[in-house]
Every structure is written in structure tokens, then in C-alpha cells.
């Protein structure tokens, strides 16, 4: 069974640091293309990045939103994905998703998780 | 970027009847839109890809259908766990972009 177990969230002020992780099991995170999404209160979904799988070198890309500041990364050997973000400002409260990321051909939709994790970014 | 809008905002319905959402893309996605529910406190659960695709486990009262610009989900004889917010989602093109969601409630 495929499960994404994240942790990592809470309360910080601005400009500061915090790192998000989401645990896989079920299947062998680096085979897969992996994306984080956060959503702001009473808002749709907003992309942040991605990393691609090992087949594709592990690249990652970035909403211009957090170019620069936020950082995909993945530990094959813990099977978990990260998500560093520093600079933190107000907007970018928001519960944080890690999600599997499938589609043939251009980009992908997010076919499966994690439970989510709450960033509140105060000043 | 590609924006999404859907319709309605709310939509206000009974068990057993159907749901009709609308989702509509500034530019044409091609079938490239996926459709996902969300419950309050839970994250977003894919239910049709690329148009009309159900996903893996999805009741077949779940419907999609449309192309390039306007997209419609149906939902037909509503379950009472199916009041919830729908929200569609293009991968056409950078950056991947969501709409802003219909809540369907009773």
C-alpha cells in the first residue's frame, strides 16, 4: 500500500528556516516524479516544485514564487523527500502536500498525497 | 501562466441528484485536465485525469468530458459523501495551475 507520512510543520517567524519531510513507503520514492503543494486558507492548490525521478537525474523546478528560496531534495536511502525553505515570509502560510506526480506526455497531475503539513509564518 | 475558473462558486444540491461543474482554462490544455476532491482537513484525492479518465478506485458516478477550454464533471445521483470541493488542474503548460474550486454542499 502506497503511503506518504509527512512531518515538519509548525510555527516560525519571518525570514526564518524550517525543513518539511514525507516518508514513503509502498513504493520506491526515486522511481517517481515528486512534487510539494502547498494551499493557502480557503484557496485551490498552488504547485512549488518538483524533483524528477533518478531516470531523469533528479533535477528539480521551482514556482516563481519560491525560486531561491526553497529547496526539493530526496534521501534514496530513507526513502523520504524534503522540502527546505528558508526566507520564509507571511504568504507563504499554508498546509504543505508532498505528492506523487504521474502524466504521459507535457507535465503531470498528482495521483496520490500526503496528509499534509501546517507552515505558519508569523512576524 | 494558464488560469483556471470554475463555476459555480457554490453549488447547492440533495442527495441523489447531479452535479455539474464547470472548469475553464484561459487558453486550450488540450484533454490535459485533471479533476480532484477535497474534505475538509483532508488533501486533495485525484478523481479523473486528462478529461475523462477515472482514477484507480473512482465510482463510475464520477464523469469528465471536454476539451481544449471547457471541461465538465459530473456527478450523478449524489452520495452523501460526495458534498465536498472539487477543484480542476491543467498540465499543459508551466507552471501547472489549479482553479479555484466548487464546493458542493447540500
Known amino acids: 500500500e502506497v503511503q506518504l507520512e509527512q512531518s515538519g510543520g509548525g510555527l516560525v517567524k519571518t525570514g526564518g528556516s524550517l525543513r518539511l519531510s514525507c516518508a514513503a513507503s509502498?513504493?520506491?520514492?526515486?522511481?517517481?516524479?515528486m512534487s510539494w503543494v502547498r494551499q493557502a486558507p480557503g484557496k485551490g492548490p498552488e504547485w512549488v516544485g518538483h524533483?524528477?525521478?533518478?531516470?531523469?537525474?533528479?533535477?528539480?523546478r521551482y514556482a516563481a514564487s519560491v525560486k531561491g528560496r526553497f529547496t526539493v531534495s530526496r534521501d534514496d536511502s530513507k526513502n523520504t523527500l524534503y522540502l527546505q525553505m528558508d526566507s520564509l515570509k507571511t504568504e507563504d502560510t499554508a498546509v504543505y502536500f508532498c505528492?506523487?506526480?504521474?502524466?504521459?506526455?507535457?507535465?503531470?497531475?498528482?495521483?496520490?498525497w500526503g496528509q499534509g503539513a501546517l507552515v505558519t509564518v508569523s512576524s | 501562466e494558464i488560469v483556471l475558473t470554475q463555476s459555480p462558486a457554490t453549488l447547492s444540491l440533495s442527495p441523489g441528484e447531479t452535479a455539474t461543474l464547470s472548469c475553464r482554462a484561459s487558453?486550450?490544455?488540450?484533454?490535459?485536465l485533471a479533476w480532484y476532491q477535497q474534505k475538509p482537513g483532508q488533501a486533495p484525492r485525484l478523481l479523473i485525469y486528462d478529461a475523462s479518465n477515472r482514477a484507480t478506485g473512482i465510482p463510475a458516478r464520477f464523469s469528465g468530458g471536454g476539451s481544449g477550454t471547457d471541461f465538465t464533471l459530473t456527478v450523478s445521483s449524489l452520495e452523501p459523501e460526495d458534498f465536498a470541493v472539487y477543484y480542476c488542474?491543467?498540465?499543459?503548460?508551466?507552471?501547472?495551475?489549479f482553479g479555484p474550486g466548487t464546493k458542493v454542499d447540500i
Open positions: 524533483i524528477t525521478s533518478h531516470v531523469y537525474d533528479g533535477t528539480t
Open positions: 487558453q486550450s490544455v488540450s484533454n490535459y
Open positions: 509502498g513504493f520506491t520514492l526515486s522511481n517517481d516524479w
Open positions: 488542474q491543467q498540465r499543459s503548460d508551466w507552471p501547472v495551475t
Open positions: 505528492a506523487i506526480s504521474r502524466g504521459q506526455g507535457p507535465l503531470y497531475h498528482f495521483t496520490f
